[in-house]
């Protein structure tokens, strides 16, 4: 099973924006996989749909931190 990792907040305005940019259509692509394995049944760690979500949200939040900064 693999380990649920979250973004910290701190974590990513440490990162470049590409870096973000990167991270965020990653997390995107593995929220797509992890809702077509939930509609399949194959997903084992519910969890998971929640913790991507939220990491897509702080990813977002530090982006517009820098647009508005």
Excluded: Y
């Excluded at 990167?22 to 995107?28: C, M, S, V």
């Excluded at 797509?32 to 990813?59: K, V, W």
């Amino acid at each position: 099973m693999k380990a649920v990792i979250s973004l910290l907040a701190k974590d990513l305005r440490d990162m470049t924006n590409d870096e973000l940019d990167r991270r965020l259509a990653d997390t995107r692509q593995e929220l797509f996989n992890l809702r077509f394995q939930s509609a399949t049944g194959q997903l084992e760690n519910t969890a998971r749909l929640r913790h991507a979500r939220r990491d897509i949200a702080r990813i977002l939040t530090v982006q517009e931190e820098r647009r508005s900064a």
